[in-house]
């Protein structure tokens, strides 16, 4: 089994920086990427920030400029630099990540239970 958990959530103030980070473990043959989800109170959830174990990158427009997201492919762990925040950051910020475990040998995604971010103005 594939387990990923986040750490670093907490409060901030607008303007500050938060980083998160999200390991993952277990039966891992590959992790072919992992992205950054958020859920804000009575919206849905949004991509923030992805990357793929070659190293390409993708955000949201909202987080372009301000979040930078990059992995560790030896902890097998992905952060979440996120500077300048705004209120409107404010979620509960959720990794996954495409993994090819040992079992399965086959790609299967997978979620970690989630941490809270919030920003206040």
């Known amino acids: 089994q594939v387990r990923l958990v986040e750490s670093g959530g907490g409060s901030a103030q607008a303007g500050g920086s938060l980083r998160l980070s999200c390991a993952a473990s277990?039966?891992?043959?590959?992790?072919?990427?992992m992205d950054w989800y958020r859920q804000a109170p009575g919206k849905q959830r949004e991509l923030v920030a992805g990357?793929?174990?070659?190293?390409?990158?993708k955000y949201a427009d909202s987080v372009k400029g301000r979040f930078i997201i990059s992995g560790d492919n030896v902890k097998n762990t992905v952060y979440l630099q996120m500077n300048s925040l705004k209120p409107e950051d404010t979620a509960v910020y959720s990794c996954?990540?495409?993994?090819?475990?040992?079992?399965?040998?086959?790609?299967?995604?997978?979620w970690g239970q989630g941490t809270q971010v919030t920003v206040s103005s």
């Open positions: 990357i793929t174990s070659g190293g390409s990158t």
């Open positions: 277990g039966s891992i043959l590959r992790i072919n990427s």
């Open positions: 996954t990540a495409e993994v090819t475990s040992i079992a399965n040998w086959s790609p299967g995604h997978y």
